[in-house]
């Protein structure tokens, strides 16, 4: 009578898969069991949280680096400023503003000065005014970029 080793108990493989097997059972058991993890806290600690997220929610704009390339009293020149950066670098967030009597063209949202500066001396060969500025920036804006 012929048996199989491949399915007997003695066998090297069939062990194998029930060690497997339990491993596996093993893993997911412990996987919904984190699903159910707790965290007590203070109620101290209950309400700073509170506050930091109300203060975030209400915060409309935080800091961040950007890079001014132009500041001019000609509209013309702004525009002209505008239309180079944006063939250079389409795509890339770019927005203006009015402080009378100039125009200023800020480009980019940078998280500090250091990320900023290789793209800075990239940018000083065409605009040769172009400098770094800490600005509100609106987070929406950061959000949709």
Same mark, same amino acid.
Do not use: C
């Given at each position: 009578?012929?048996?199989?080793?491949?399915?007997?108990?003695?066998? !090297?493989?069939?062990?194998?898969?029930?060690?497997?097997?339990? !491993?596996?059972?093993?893993?997911?058991?412990?996987?919904?069991?984190?699903?159910?993890?707790?965290?007590?806290?203070?109620?101290?600690?209950?309400?700073?949280?509170? @506050?930091?997220?109300?203060?975030?929610?209400?915060?409309?704009?935080?800091?961040?680096? #950007?890079?001014?390339?132009?500041?001019?009293?000609?509209? #013309?020149?702004?525009?002209?400023?505008?239309?180079? !950066?944006?063939?250079?670098?389409?795509?890339?967030?770019?927005?203006?503003?009015?402080?009378?009597?100039?125009?200023?063209? @800020?480009?980019?949202?940078?998280?500090?000065?250091?990320?900023?500066?290789?793209?800075?001396?990239?940018?000083?060969?065409? !605009?040769?005014?172009?400098?770094?500025?800490?600005?509100?920036?609106?987070? @929406?804006?950061?959000?949709?970029?």
């Amino acid at each position: 009578m012929f048996i199989n080793k491949k399915y007997s108990f003695g066998s !090297f493989d069939f062990k194998m898969y029930i060690i497997i097997l339990m !491993f596996m059972v093993l893993m997911i058991s412990d996987s919904f069991a984190q699903e159910n993890v707790k965290v007590n806290t203070s109620s101290s600690v209950d309400k700073m949280m509170e @506050r930091f997220i109300a203060n975030g929610k209400a915060n409309e704009n935080i800091k961040a680096w #950007r890079i001014q390339i132009i500041t001019t009293d000609d509209r #013309r020149e702004m525009e002209k400023a505008m239309s180079q !950066f944006s063939g250079m670098y389409p795509g890339m967030n770019m927005d203006w503003k009015h402080v009378s009597p100039y125009y200023q063209v @800020r480009v980019g949202y940078f998280e500090n000065k250091n990320k900023l500066m290789s793209f800075l001396l990239d940018l000083k060969k065409t !605009f040769l005014s172009a400098t770094p500025v800490y600005d509100n920036v609106s987070k @929406r804006a950061l959000v949709s970029n």
